[in-house]
């Protein structure tokens, strides 16, 4: 006991005042509740983390964080709108006060995203005119950017989700078509490591990608990571985004997934991790009267506690091949799934409630 107060109190020194504050009161409830921290029950097979905004850090959810997790990934910060608004505008604050929090409370960073069809600033494929620009532009474009963001945080940044979402959705279209696919050609995924390795060569390299459970789509991942690794491009992992709702994935077709990616040989991460209340869909659609209907009820959270359990166990049978799991935001305050995919319909995906107080699925994550 009085080990765990010395070490409580040195890392409190490290804290801001008010994280400080924050952490005690969230230690003082997780003693009235036992509950574990995450990011200790799994400290011998991956770290934990979560999706974060430069806003969230600065209330009592900062005190969740520290509670539970050990690594932290930027919902949207670093995205290249947010983060490259003008060509020659970088808008550092919001990725650097988080990783100023990360380097303060010893927890690491995740970067996301480098290159992503969505989220694009509105000068990047166009010149002053409006006219398309050249691949050659867009190629010098997209290498100034990818330097100038992964040479800011060398060190910082362990890994870097360097190409996002750059897979078809279509089952007989292999590559998403895309601005950077149209102006330049499949060569901007290989080009996009080349850059990211350059600037860093000691971060780790990930393609990212959702509904990674549909064969399909499993598919054609494996073959554009695998294709990228026996060309000798600098890639170092797969982070699968694990995007699941309370009717999928299962079991089997998780099993299936991770064995598939364990085998590819390199780094395997989960990263971008939540469990929709609502049947998975997979593209934006308009309300319709039943989205009414967001009681989180009875039936839903057992259905959701049921696929938290059943990841948590393949996650543990993969542990030597996954080296990390993140969940996409930190409590059911607030999820990117209350506007996806109808906006304004509340979700409850996370493993906190909105008091940030632990949901029957933690206790499922938790016990094993
Ligand atoms: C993810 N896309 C993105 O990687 C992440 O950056 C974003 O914050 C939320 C989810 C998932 C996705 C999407 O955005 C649109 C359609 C399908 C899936």
């Given at each position: 006991?009085?080990k765990?107060l010395?070490f409580?109190?040195?890392v409190?020194?490290m804290l ?40 969230a ?7 969740l ?5 050990n ?29 100023a929090?990360?380097q303060?409370n010893?927890?690491k ?6 290159v ?6 509105s000068?990047?494929f166009v010149?002053?005119?409006g ?11 997209m290498?100034?950017?990818i330097?100038a963001?992964?040479s800011?945080?060398?060190g910082?940044?362990?890994?870097w989700d360097?190409v996002?979402?750059a897979?078809?959705d ?6 998403r078509?895309s601005?950077?696919l ?6 901007y995924?290989?080009k ?12 780790q390299?990930?393609?990212n ?5 549909n ?12 294709s ?9 992992g797969?982070g ?7 009717n999928?994935p299962?079991?089997d ?12 040989g390199?780094k395997?991460?989960?990263?971008e991790?939540?469990?929709s209340?609502?049947?998975k869909?997979?593209?934006a ?8 209907n967001?009681?989180?009820?009875a039936?839903r ?5 049921a ?15 996954i080296?990390?799991v993140?969940?996409?935001?930190i409590?059911d305050r ?18 906190f409630?909105?008091d940030?107080?632990?949901?029957k699925?933690f206790w499922?994550?938790v016990?094993?």
């Amino acid at each position: 006991m009085i080990k765990k107060l010395l070490f409580a109190g040195s890392v409190f020194t490290m804290l801001s005042c008010s994280e400080s504050k924050q952490l005690q009161s969230t230690s003082s409830h997780q003693a009235e509740t036992q509950a574990p921290a995450l990011k200790d029950v799994y400290k011998d097979h991956f770290s934990i983390g979560v999706a974060v905004s430069p806003q969230a850090l600065k209330t009592d959810e900062a005190g969740l964080i520290l509670q539970h997790f050990n690594s932290v990934t930027a919902e949207n910060a670093m995205k290249m709108g947010p983060i490259h608004p003008r060509e020659n505008e970088y808008n550092w604050a919001g990725a650097d006060s988080i990783v100023a929090f990360a380097q303060r409370n010893g927890l690491k960073v995740r970067g996301h995203t480098l290159v992503w069809h969505n989220q694009t600033p509105s000068w990047l494929f166009v010149d002053k005119d409006g006219n398309t620009v050249s691949k050659d532009i867009l190629l010098q474009r997209m290498k100034d950017h990818i330097t100038a963001v992964v040479s800011r945080y060398k060190g910082k940044i362990y890994a870097w989700d360097v190409v996002n979402e750059a897979i078809s959705d279509k089952r007989d279209e292999y590559l998403r078509p895309s601005k950077f696919l149209e102006i330049i050609g499949e060569e901007y995924i290989a080009k996009a490591f080349q850059w990211a390795h350059e600037a860093d060569p000691d971060a780790q390299l990930f393609y990212n990608d959702y509904n990674e459970i549909n064969p399909v789509k499993r598919e054609k991942m494996y073959r554009l990571v695998k294709s990228l690794k026996d060309a000798g491009v600098p890639i170092h992992g797969v982070g699968l985004q694990a995007h699941w709702a309370v009717n999928e994935p299962s079991r089997d077709q998780l099993d299936a997934t991770l064995k598939q990616f364990a085998d590819l040989g390199l780094k395997m991460q989960i990263t971008e991790l939540d469990v929709s209340i609502y049947p998975k869909e997979h593209d934006a659609r308009e309300r319709n009267p039943e989205d009414a209907n967001t009681v989180y009820t009875a039936e839903r959270e057992q259905q959701q506690e049921a696929i938290y359990k059943m990841s948590f166990e393949a996650f543990r049978k993969y542990k030597d091949a996954i080296s990390g799991v993140t969940f996409w935001n930190i409590s059911d305050r607030y999820s990117w799934l209350d506007n996806f995919p109808v906006r304004g319909r509340k979700d409850y995906p996370l493993l906190f409630d909105k008091d940030l107080k632990p949901k029957k699925a933690f206790w499922q994550v938790v016990k094993w």
